[in-house]
C-alpha cells in the first residue's frame, strides 16, 4: 500500500463506494451537481486562466482567426467555435477585437455543459457539442486538462494498476492496467517499476480531441492547456484540484475542479490515426504559449518612459497593456502553457505563426 492509500475498511460507507478517476471525476465536475454546472461565477470563481488575465488574449486569438481566415480565402460564414466556454468570456472578447468586416462574416459558437450566462451577445451561440462541419478555427483554452481519465501507479511488484478514489478522496490500488490503456502508457507514458510512480492515462483525451478536430471541414483547431510531453513526463502524475483561487486536494465530491496536465503530443497523434489510410493530415505544431502569442503581436515590452511626459495617461495605459502581457508570456506561469495547433485541409499552422523573437521576453 502505498503512502495515502487505505483499505476499504477505513472509510466510512457514507463516502461511497471504490471507482476509478475517470468515472468518479466525471460525476463530480458533470454530473447534476457537478462543479461546472454550479455556480453562477463559473469557472472563474475558483482559477484565473489566461482568459480571464488579460483581453489581450482574446485579442491574439482573434488575430489568429483573421489569418485562418485568410488562409481559407475568406470563407462566408466563418466559424469560431470556443471549447468549454465557460461564461463566454473568450468568445466574447474574440467577437469585440475583430475587425468589422471578418466579425460580419463569422458565426460564434460557445460550448459548455453549464448553460449560458445572462446578457450574452445574441450572436453567440450556446451549444452543448461542438458544431460539426464548420470551417475556421476551433480554440480549446484549458478544456482537455478537465476531460477525466484514469490514473495508475506502480505497486510494489512492479507493476502499473489503476487507482481507485472514494468520494473523499481516499485511494487505493485496484486492478492492473490492462488493454488499450496498458497500450496508450507503453507508447505514450512508459512507467518503470519502481514502486509510487504514478500517470494519467490520456487516452480520453485524445478521442475527444480527435472528435473536436473531426468537426471542422476545414481550418485550425488549438489545443492551449497545462502540457508535457513523452521526454518529460512527471514521475509522480499531476492530478490536482482548485477551489476559491487555491490549489487543493483533488476530491472528487463536486466541490472543487479535478485537473491533469495534458499529454499534447499524444492527442496530436490521435488526430493523424483518425484520418482515412489514404490521406496525409496537415502537420501539427505543439509551441509554448509564449511563442504562439508573440507570434501573434503580444509583448512585454515597456512604454518608453518619455511617454510619461508628453502622454501620461497613455502611458499608463501601455505600461498596463505591457503587464498584463507579460503575465500571458511569462516562463515558469501562463507562458509555458503547450498550443497544439492541428490544421484540417490546406492550411499550413507554422504559416500562422509569423514573426516569433528569438530572444525570451524579459
Known amino acids: 500500500m502505498t503512502a495515502g492509500t487505505t483499505g476499504a475498511e477505513e472509510v466510512p460507507e457514507a463516502h461511497g463506494g471504490w471507482r476509478g478517476w475517470r468515472e468518479a471525476a466525471q460525476e463530480a465536475l458533470y454530473g447534476p451537481a457537478g462543479f461546472y454546472r454550479a455556480g453562477p461565477e463559473g469557472p472563474a470563481g475558483h482559477f484565473r486562466t489566461s482568459v480571464h488575465a488579460s483581453p ?8 489568429l482567426l483573421c489569418r485562418v481566415d485568410e488562409a481559407l480565402g475568406r470563407p462566408a460564414p ?34 459548455e455543459v453549464a448553460g449560458p450566462p445572462e446578457g450574452l451577445d445574441h450572436r453567440i451561440e450556446w451549444l452543448a457539442e461542438a458544431p460539426r462541419g464548420v470551417t475556421g478555427l476551433l480554440f480549446a483554452n484549458e478544456w482537455l486538462d478537465n476531460v477525466p ?14 487507482v481507485l478514489v472514494r468520494g473523499d478522496g481516499t485511494e487505493r490500488l485496484g486492478e492492473p492496467v490492462a488493454g488499450a490503456d496498458a497500450a496508450w502508457l507503453a507508447r505514450w507514458w512508459p512507467l518503470p517499476g519502481e514502486e509510487g510512480l504514478r500517470a494519467e492515462i490520456g487516452l480520453p483525451r485524445d478521442t475527444a480531441w480527435a472528435s ?22 512527471p514521475p509522480f502524475g499531476t492530478l490536482t484540484g482548485f477551489r476559491a483561487g487555491r490549489e487543493t486536494r483533488p476530491v472528487p465530491d463536486g466541490s472543487c475542479d479535478i485537473t491533469a496536465h495534458v499529454a499534447l503530443d499524444a492527442c496530436a497523434s490521435a488526430h493523424a490515426a483518425r484520418c482515412a489510410p489514404d490521406r496525409t493530415p ?45 503575465e500571458l508570456l511569462a516562463p515558469g506561469g501562463l507562458g509555458d502553457f503547450g498550443w497544439l495547433l492541428q490544421p484540417v485541409g490546406a492550411v499550413d ?14
Do not use: C
Open 349 to 362: 499552422a507554422a504559416a500562422l505563426l509569423v514573426d516569433v523573437a528569438d530572444d525570451e521576453e524579459q
Open 149 to 162: 481519465v484514469e490514473v495508475a501507479e506502480v505497486d510494489a511488484a512492479g507493476v502499473a494498476r489503476r
Open 212 to 233: 473536436a478536430v473531426a468537426s471542422l471541414d476545414a481550418g485550425l483547431a488549438v489545443a492551449a492547456d497545462y502540457a508535457h510531453t513523452v521526454g518529460s513526463r
Open 78 to 111: 466563418l466559424a469560431f467555435v470556443d471549447m468549454a466556454a465557460g461564461r463566454g468570456e473568450l468568445v466574447t472578447g474574440v467577437l469585440a477585437a475583430l475587425p468589422a468586416a471578418v466579425s460580419a462574416r463569422t458565426r460564434a459558437y460557445a460550448v
Open 282 to 326: 496537415p502537420d501539427a505544431l505543439v509551441r509554448p504559449q509564449r511563442e504562439a502569442l508573440r507570434a501573434l503581436g503580444l509583448t512585454g515590452a515597456r512604454p518608453p518612459l518619455a511617454l510619461a511626459s508628453t502622454d501620461p495617461a497613455a502611458y499608463v495605459r501601455a505600461l498596463t497593456r505591457a503587464s498584463q502581457a507579460a
Open 56 to 63: 489581450l488574449f482574446a485579442a491574439a486569438v482573434a488575430r
